[in-house]
């Protein structure tokens, strides 16, 4: 069992940089995936990125590429997901997530945090 607890979320405005954490409550193994979903009002939660603890290889949506960065740091069992230049349609409510397949499918994913509200202003 793992529990996840996001951090992180706020208002910004267009053009700025947010950095959102994910604490998991135990030490990550080296098979576990770490990814981010994010899902705005009336829209289906979407991938955001994902990293994969054994090879430290990351994934990317492909229209967040160049924007969003995820990162983790092994010893504190912490993903991070630094997000520049934001837009106000990247307003949503950011999950993290653990899971034991390289996938951008929320579906493959067991374990979920509570998410933190993300809002953009124009």
């Known amino acids: 069992q793992v529990q996840l607890v996001e951090s992180g979320g706020g208002l910004v405005q267009a053009g700025g940089s947010l950095r959102l954490s994910c604490a998991a409550s135990?030490?990550?193994?080296?098979?576990?995936?770490m990814g981010w979903f994010r899902q705005a009002p009336g829209k289906e939660r979407e991938f955001v990125a994902a990293?994969?603890?054994?090879?430290?290889?990351?994934h990317y949506a492909d229209s967040l590429k160049g924007r969003f960065t995820i990162s983790r740091d092994n010893a504190k069992s912490t993903v991070y997901l630094q997000m520049n230049t934001l837009k106000p349609e990247d307003t949503a409510v950011y999950y993290c997530?653990?899971?034991?397949?390289?996938?951008?499918?929320?579906?493959?994913?067991?374990?979920w945090g509570q998410g933190t509200q993300v809002t953009v202003s124009s």
């Open positions: 990293i994969y603890w054994s090879d430290d290889s990351t």
């Open positions: 997530a653990a899971g034991y397949l390289r996938s951008p499918r929320a579906s493959d994913y067991g374990y």
């Open positions: 135990r030490r990550i193994l080296g098979h576990y995936a």
